[in-house]
T-cell receptor, first 119, second 109 residues
């Protein structure tokens, strides 16, 4: 199956700093990438959808100036948490879809996730 | 609104069979996914159904009835490593994945 990597796997930072998380599709071209956040014992929450070369579409309640998303190429999307605060501590997961069409093109392949802890 | 319902938690015995149900009401339907998620890890793909019927894949099977807005995931010969959360997700008319809250499956010896 398709492989998606995320970096870093975990990060601890001080309140007020910015953190960048990278999501890469390793063996396919991802026309669409998704960023999710998951708090302990809760389900995945979609934060935003990004298509290569265009602005991300944010879900209601997600601050686009705080969570900057860049999908500059067909294999890389980045999420930058700006001026992070303790309440931003969460498990951030990206997924990618190759958009090839048909059932195979609808599956989302998930990265391993990034655990962010803001002190 | 869009809604996906699945039980919060289920308990089963090692070696037994368990069925996890999922009902959905979404704007359009382009398929239903089941994912497995172990604690602290990202979800992993289990199955995709877009036509009615049963899809079997080893110990796991997934069933879909579009007219009833219903799916189930069937796990046979349960193993301790099957203890995880199982997420049901529907692809709506905009090809957006709508996620259920997940079912935590606890396997007891």
């Amino acid at each position: 199956g398709a492989v998606v990597s995320q970096h870093p796997s975990w990060v601890i930072c001080k309140s007020g700093t910015s953190v960048k998380i990278e999501c890469r599709s390793l063996d396919f071209q991802a026309t669409t990438m998704f960023w999710y956040r998951q708090f302990p014992k809760q389900s995945l929450m979609l934060m935003a959808t990004s298509n290569e070369g265009s602005k991300a579409t944010y879900e209601q309640g997600v601050e686009k100036d705080k969570f900057l998303i860049n999908h500059a190429s067909l294999t890389l999307s980045t999420l930058t948490v700006t001026s992070a605060h303790p309440e931003d501590s969460s498990f951030y997961i990206c997924s990618a879809r190759d958009g090839a069409g048909g059932p195979e093109g609808n599956e989302q392949f998930f990265g391993p996730g990034t655990r962010l802890t803001v002190l | 609104g869009q809604n996906i319902d699945q039980p919060t938690e289920m308990t089963a015995t090692e070696g037994a069979i368990v069925q996890i149900n999922c009902t959905y009401q979404t704007s359009g339907f382009n398929g239903l996914f089941w994912y497995q998620q172990h604690a602290g890890e990202a979800p992993t793909f289990l199955s995709y159904n877009v036509l009615d019927g049963l899809e079997e894949k080893g110990r796991f099977s997934s069933f879909l009835s579009r007219s009833k807005g219903y799916s189930y995931l069937l796990l046979k010969e349960l193993q301790m490593k099957d203890s995880a959360s199982y997420l049901c997700a529907v692809l709506d008319s905009n090809y957006q994945l709508i996620w259920g809250a997940g079912t935590k499956l606890i396997i007891k010896p």
